[in-house]
């Protein structure tokens, strides 16, 4: 479990305003690090699905959990992580502003070019429930579940 | 027949053009969750033409350039006009020590494997976000953005500050790693 900070800014030393625009969502090196504990999991015959990882921000607070098989396990080296971040970065800036938007752009990015499946996102709602999101068939929007509770 | 087919073509036209927006639209749309749908940020207003060029200038001994051509980027769906950088940051020859290359990627040729390049302009239009995406051991993050600053007063001058991502990491950083670029530290640059 971990946190991605608010925005916020600094001044440079010549007065000038530097804000600092967060991508609040896993990053690339959230996923490897998640992956290496699904593997870790495969490794010691623990239930895969017992794998989960949570991000906490103070706009939508978001969790992932390994819904796939164990041929979906999927890990990354350093240098495929490295090689992640310039594509993801460039993907998601421009959802930056609407967490729905930024939801499709993670979904998309990991789906199709990370090429992870069998990871769900789920959105862990204020009033205590919680919200699947998928991508769509075509991959152009996102489908919302209500989970039970 | 003809009537119709121009209809829909117009039609696919205005559809097209409706998600166009400019650089500096595209900036808005950092802060603003009801932003119109868009799929390429066009540099309407020619605004990244003042950053093209080789850039120099020097901090705390060491020496900064930089190098910046207008670039063209699409990926799943998605376009943008965009800068691609290079850098080269090297320590001066002194007191009989040679020359040291900290970083330098001005002779790489292709555009797209210079791990630097823009991100678009930040809210307020003062400066243009630029990712650096350095190597680093594991433990560190050497990557973040890098942003570029001209007073419109004094074109031939511009300020660099690198701030860096926070991120997941696995292990400790060794106390010897250094990042490439200072960090939140202003850097002087003069047009070449």
């Known amino acids: 479990m971990h946190t991605h900070v608010n925005d916020y800014d600094v001044t440079d030393a010549n007065g000038n305003t530097v804000p600092r625009i967060g991508i609040k969502i896993f990053s690339p090196a959230d996923m490897t690090y998640f992956m290496d504990l699904v593997q870790n999991a495969q490794t010691k015959g623990q239930p895969l699905g017992d794998v989960y990882a949570v991000m906490v921000s103070s706009g939508v607070n978001y969790q992932i959990r390994f ?9 990354f080296t350093s240098d495929q992580t ?7 970065e460039r993907h998601l800036t421009p959802f930056i502003g609407n967490p729905q938007k930024l939801e499709l752009g993670f979904l998309q990015y990991i789906s199709e070019k990370m090429n992870l499946k069998g990871v769900s996102l789920y959105k862990m709602n204020a009033d205590g429930t919680t919200t699947e999101i998928k991508l769509n068939d075509n991959k152009t929007g996102t489908i919302e579940t209500n989970c039970p509770n | ?11 696919f036209a205005i559809t097209c053009k409706s998600q166009v927006v400019s650089l500096e639209e595209a900036a808005q749309c950092i802060a603003n969750p009801s932003c119109p749908d868009y799929n390429y940020s066009k540099d309407i207003n020619n605004s990244l033409q003042k950053y093209v060029g080789t850039w120099k200038g020097s901090h705390n001994g060491t020496t900064y350039e930089m190098k910046f051509v207008k670039g063209f980027w699409e990926d799943l769906g998605m376009k943008s006009d965009d800068l691609k950088g290079r850098i080269r940051i090297t320590n001066p020859s002194s007191n009989g020590f ?13 555009d797209s494997k210079t791990s630097f390049f823009g991100l678009g302009f930040q809210p307020d239009l003062q400066a243009y976000r630029m990712y650096f995406n350095g190597s680093s051991p594991q433990g560190c993050i050497n990557y973040g953005k890098v942003f570029l600053r001209i007073n419109p007063n004094a074109p031939n001058q511009m300020t660099i500050f690198y701030w860096s991502d926070m991120d997941i990491v696995v292990g400790d950083c060794p106390p010897t790693f250094q990042q490439t670029f200072p960090e939140k530290q202003v850097i002087n640059l003069t047009k070449q």
């Open chain 1, 67 to 75: 819904t796939g098989n164990q041929y979906q396990i999927k890990t």
């Open chain 1, 82 to 88: 490295k090689a992640h971040r310039e594509p993801y």
């Open chain 2, 1 to 11: 027949m003809k009537k119709i087919f121009l209809i829909l073509i117009l039609l």
């Open chain 2, 98 to 110: 040679p020359s040291l290359i900290i970083f330098d990627n001005f002779n790489e040729s292709d």
